[in-house]
Structure formats: structure tokens, C-alpha cells
């Protein structure tokens, strides 16, 4: 069997899987082994890195590489059964919904290397994820994102020193400050997510002012 044959194989596996947040990281890895070899290193970012991150405490159909892309991505990806849609790629067989919404992360951005079987995946790092949301929950008034950034603070073993400070660059270390005040009433009243979601709503109307 040659290597598209291999990895329409693992593909078929990947899509397989029940567990969402698995699902979206080994999807990802089979597209990062077909890319790598073409000088390509896909990075997880978006919805289905919050995913992987929180072990299913968002769920996301769609799952978003950054990478230089080009014609060249696009041929791979059709080989591996998928239909281009603009700048996306959809697979109906399988319910795979790929976006390559940028060729380069953001100037400052990190990654970490996920094992994945035999590929490592590169996924955004955690701090410039919450930042990424942040920006999402301020900037396009996304009220999931700014849930989001919350289930993504209440992991800890980030950097609070790299995350403050790329807060600060991206101009939302008011967003950090007000998530991080919604946080401490939700722990201290005991609040259901109905309620956070509220208040995080109130505080994002702040922002605004």
C-alpha cells in the first residue's frame, strides 16, 4: 500500500474515535505526517486546541492548522479524500471540517509537541491560547471565548509571567483581569456555568465602554 492509501487508513481511525478531544488531535497528526515531509509542520490552534486542552470541555466540529499552505497542501489534502471549500477542506464521509486560517502563528506565539503514535503534532502552547481567546472574547464580543478562557485558566501549569505579558501585548490584559474576577466569584459562590456565562457577558459589555 503506498502512503496515501496508509494514511486515508489512519484517517478512517482518527475519525473514528468517540472521544472528541482524542478525535481532533489524531486527525490533526495524520494531516501533519502527510504535510511534514513537504517542508510543512502544521500547529493546532483554535477550537479544537481548546478542546484537547480542557479534555472535552468545549467541543468544536472544526479543526484549524496553521501553515504556509499553498497549492501544494491543497493536492494532499484532495489525495486524502477531501473537498476544497475556499480555504477550507471537507470530508462529509468522515465529518472532518479543515481550515488553514493563516500561514504563520502571531510574532511572540509558541508551541509544544504533542506525541501522537509515530508524528509529533505541534499545538499552540497554553498561554497563547488563552490570550487567543481573550482577544476573541473582547475584540468580536464571543461570549463562548470568553468561557473558553475560563475552563482554559482553571487548568493552571501555564506560564502566569508569559501569560500577563502577552496579555499586555495584545492589548487585552483588561479581558485577563475581568475573566480572571469572574473566576474567583465562580469558585467562591459555587456558580453554574449558566451563571458564569452570565457574568462573563456583563464584564465583556465593559470592555466595550
Known sequence: MDL???????????????????????????????LQPLGQDPVLVGGAAV??????????????????????????????????????????????YIEFPSAFLRPGEQVQGLQIGDVTLQIIALEDLIVDRLCAYKFWKSGVDGLNSLLLLELGGFDESRLALRAQVEEVDDALQAVHQVREQVIRQKLDPQHANQLLEQEMLKLSE
Open 4 to 34: 496515501i492509501g496508509q494514511l486515508k487508513n489512519k484517517l478512517d481511525a482518527a475519525a473514528d474515535l468517540e472521544v472528541s478531544a482524542e478525535r481532533g488531535v489524531a486527525v490533526a497528526a495524520v494531516i501533519a505526517e502527510a
Open 51 to 96: 478542546e484537547f486542552y480542557t479534555q472535552g470541555g468545549y467541543a468544536t466540529a472544526d479543526i484549524d492548522l496553521v501553515t504556509p499552505g499553498g497549492e501544494v497542501v491543497a493536492e494532499v489534502m484532495i489525495k486524502l479524500g477531501f473537498k476544497r471549500l475556499g480555504k477550507d477542506f471537507i470530508d462529509e464521509r468522515r465529518q472532518l
